[in-house]
DNA sequence: GTCTATATAATGATAGAC
DNA sequence: GTCTATCATTATATAGAC
């Protein structure tokens, strides 16, 4: 196994599910059976080991892009799936929360110099559904609705994460569906 | 001077800016001179200075809702009046986000005790703002609405604290008074 | 009511044996 | 490449003098 590998495992899904600041090496050591001082063998810091972790979901975040771009011929159909995550992943939601405004928001708060690099996530995502509502023939707002659609899944996602209402999440969900659907081609 | 105060007010603000876990002892008596030591007279833990943050966000809430019901006559203008948060604390949004969100978000992966209390004060926007809507005559659907503009808001938060982007807020804000301004009596 | 001194545990990080 | 042992620092919390 790669223990590097195995670390920025660790470390990704419990600075998504307990924070950052409140993840420790000796939580990531004890889910992956290692000892704490193993981890200086592959990482210089914590900060490598959390910047590690925001590419690995800065690439990750890149495949999902690349797969909707094979599997959805038009670009309403892209925009679609990025609405869909709410839905695909509501059971983690309810619990943590949006992995990339929790990360950014909490960065930002303690001041860390990776807050910049966690907010690209955000911002590959703004700049391809940009992409997607240009493409829709919306070429002078396109930035606007991408920032839209982006601020409205996020407040849903806050909001679902607080209350856990299902029937408020398909709702919402639904409204922008409709939304997209409303756009002129 | 009221030292319990003083260290309730501390906590608040260094709980908004810099996090809960992220705030220590240290922080709050430096800013308002007292010793670690003298905490422990007036609080029995820092899970007893978080709740008494909470409780004091929640009054001032409370305050700011019946501000709102005195200076409005419509519901309408009560609901403007929330919507302009966003717009009146811009500069600490961009900085620290929303400061009930953000609490509530924090709590909720650190599996506090406290989150509950913390999600009062959305409860306490939400129960509110569907009354608002109850009185524009939208019985059916009124807390439906409440969440949508909730969900909104917090989204628009979300967002700006991670771009900062004036033009965007000013949009998003400006929209949220056009769905309003449209909502039929 | 406020202080100093201290207890205790946990943190990120280092050194060096194997 | 992994471990144990340890360091320095910080954290929350307690005891007791004043």
Known sequence: ??????????????????????????????????????????FKSKNEILSAVIQARLDRTKQFIE??????????????????????????IAQYGCPVGTLTIELGKI??????????????FRSWLTEQFIQLGHHK??????????????????MFNAFKDESFLNREVGELHHWLNTLVD
Chains 1, 2 share one sequence.
């Open 1 to 42: 196994m790669d223990t590097r590998q195995q670390i920025i495992d660790a470390a990704d899904h419990l600075f998504y599910r307990n924070g950052f600041t409140h993840t420790s090496f000796t939580d990531i050591a004890s889910t992956i059976d290692i000892s704490r001082g193993n981890f200086y063998h592959h």
């Open 67 to 92: 797969q909707w771009e094979k599997e959805n011929l038009s670009p309403r159909k892209r925009i679609a799936s990025f609405i869909n995550i709410l839905t695909t992943n509501k059971t983690k």
């Open 111 to 124: 001041n860390h110099d990776a807050q910049p690099h966690a907010k690209e996530i955000f911002s590959l």
């Open 141 to 158: 707002d396109a930035d606007a609705l991408a920032m839209h659609l982006l601020s409205h899944s996020q407040g849903i996602a806050t």
